[in-house]
C-alpha cells in the first residue's frame, strides 16, 4: 500500500513540475564585449581620455537595460589585465551566448588629426569626423544572423537621432571597407577577429568617434550613453522575437568554462610612452601620437609604415 501511494504522489506531481519548465521564460544569453581593457585602454580622445572608459559606461548601460527584460541574460566580456581577442570569443561561446556585442568608440586616420594642449597636455583631435557604424563579418559562421542584427541595430541608432559616418569606406589604404547598408550604417569586415572567431552572430558598434572634440563631450554625458544602450537593447529583443530563434554556441557544450575563464594572463608593457590606438585603428594600421614622459609643445609623430593585412592585425 505504501508503494501504491507513494507513485500515486509521484505521478500526481510530475505534471505540476512540467508546468513550472514550461512556464520558465527562456533566457538568451547575449555577451557584451568591453572593446579594450584598463591595461590596453584603445584610442585617445581628444581631451584624453582612454577609449576604454567610453566602452565600459556604454557597456554597464546596455547590461542594465538588457537585465531589465524578461528573456536577455546579459555577460559582460571584460579584464582588468590583457585579454586576446579570440579569449573573447572563446568566454563567449562558454558561456552559451547566442549573440555577440563588441562596444568600441572610433577615431580616424592619423592624417587627419590636428594637435592642440588640454590641460598642458599635448593631444589631438579631428573635429570633421563623427558618427557611429556597425560593422560585420562574412567569415563568422553565423554571418546571415550577424548582418540580419547588424541592420536591426543601425536602424534603432539611426532612428534615435545618430547618423552614420562613412570614414572607413574612403578609398585609401588602411580603410576602404564596403558599405553593405548605407540607411542602417553597416560596413562589412571578413577579417576583424572578434567578428570571425565568434562562433554566434556577432557585431562590433562604434559608438561615436571621440576625436572629434563635440562628439566626444556627448559621448560622455549619461544621456547619449543610455539612448546607445537603449538603441542596442531594443535590436536585441527585435533579434529574439524571431520565432525559435535560439543559436547556442556549438563549442559551449564541449568547452569547459573553466578552462577559458580566469585565464593567466601576461601583463602587458607600459603604454605610458606609447599613444595607443583602438581595435579599428590597429587593423587598419592607424598610427597615432606617441607621448613623451616629459610633454613638448610639439607631440612627436609615430613612423608610418606599411599597412598589415587583416589577417596580420589579429591581437589588441
Known amino acids: 500500500m505504501k508503494r501504491l501511494l507513494a507513485l500515486a504522489a509521484l505521478l500526481l506531481c510530475q505534471p505540476?513540475?512540467?508546468?513550472?519548465?514550461?512556464?520558465?521564460?527562456?533566457?538568451?544569453?547575449?555577451?557584451?564585449?568591453?572593446?579594450?581593457?584598463?591595461?590596453?585602454?584603445?584610442?585617445?580622445?581628444?581631451?584624453?581620455?582612454?577609449?576604454?572608459?567610453?566602452?565600459?559606461?556604454?557597456?554597464?548601460?546596455?547590461n542594465s537595460a538588457l537585465s531589465a527584460t524578461s528573456n536577455v541574460e546579459p555577460y559582460i566580456v571584460t579584464s582588468s589585465d590583457t585579454l586576446t581577442l579570440r579569449g573573447r570569443t572563446r568566454l563567449a561561446a562558454a558561456h552559451r551566448a547566442e549573440l555577440f556585442i563588441a562596444i568600441h568608440h572610433d577615431s580616424v586616420q592619423d592624417k587627419y588629426l590636428?594637435?592642440?594642449?588640454?590641460?598642458?597636455?599635448?593631444?589631438?583631435?579631428?573635429?570633421?569626423?563623427?558618427?557611429?557604424?556597425?560593422?560585420?563579418?562574412?567569415?563568422?559562421?553565423?554571418?546571415?544572423?550577424s548582418l540580419e542584427f547588424a541592420r536591426l541595430l543601425g536602424d534603432q541608432m539611426a532612428a534615435r537621432g545618430f547618423h552614420f559616418s562613412r570614414h572607413h569606406a574612403e578609398p585609401i589604404r588602411g580603410e576602404n571597407r564596403e558599405i553593405v547598408d548605407d540607411e542602417a550604417g553597416v560596413y562589412r569586415f571578413d577579417n576583424l577577429i572578434v567578428l570571425r572567431t565568434a562562433q554566434m552572430p556577432?557585431?562590433?558598434?562604434?559608438?561615436?568617434?571621440?576625436?572629434?572634440?563635440?562628439?566626444?563631450?556627448?559621448?560622455?554625458?549619461?544621456?547619449?550613453?543610455?539612448k546607445i544602450a537603449?538603441?542596442?537593447?531594443?535590436?536585441?529583443?527585435?533579434?529574439?522575437?524571431?520565432?525559435?530563434?535560439?543559436?547556442?554556441?556549438?563549442?559551449?557544450?564541449?568547452?569547459?568554462?573553466?578552462?577559458?575563464?580566469?585565464?593567466?594572463?601576461?601583463?602587458?608593457?607600459?603604454?605610458?610612452?606609447?599613444?595607443?590606438?583602438?581595435?579599428?585603428?590597429?587593423?587598419?594600421?592607424?598610427?597615432?601620437?606617441?607621448?613623451?614622459?616629459?610633454?613638448?609643445?610639439v607631440p612627436p609623430r609615430a613612423t608610418k609604415s606599411a599597412s598589415p593585412s587583416d589577417d596580420e592585425a589579429e591581437e589588441p
Open 16 to 62: 505540476l513540475g512540467i508546468a513550472r519548465d514550461i512556464a520558465t521564460p527562456v533566457k538568451h544569453v547575449v555577451a557584451l564585449d568591453i572593446g579594450h581593457t584598463p591595461a590596453h585602454p584603445g584610442a585617445i580622445s581628444a581631451s584624453g581620455i582612454p577609449e576604454y572608459e567610453f566602452n565600459k559606461a556604454v557597456v554597464e548601460k546596455i
Open 114 to 145: 590636428h594637435s592642440w594642449e588640454v590641460d598642458g597636455q599635448p593631444q589631438q583631435y579631428a573635429d570633421e569626423f563623427s558618427g557611429y557604424g556597425v560593422f560585420f563579418s562574412r567569415k563568422n559562421t553565423e554571418s546571415e544572423a
Open 202 to 226: 556577432a557585431v562590433l558598434l562604434e559608438c561615436g568617434v571621440i576625436v572629434n572634440r563635440v562628439e566626444e563631450k556627448l559621448l560622455l554625458t549619461s544621456e547619449r550613453q543610455q
Open 230 to 297: 537603449d538603441a542596442v537593447a531594443a535590436a536585441v529583443k527585435q533579434f529574439f522575437s524571431t520565432p525559435g530563434r535560439l543559436i547556442h554556441s556549438p563549442a559551449a557544450a564541449t568547452t569547459p568554462v573553466a578552462s577559458v575563464i580566469g585565464p593567466k594572463l601576461t601583463p602587458m608593457p607600459s603604454v605610458t610612452t606609447t599613444r595607443p590606438r583602438s581595435l579599428l585603428q590597429r587593423v587598419f594600421s592607424k598610427r597615432q601620437t606617441g607621448i613623451s614622459a616629459t610633454p613638448s609643445p
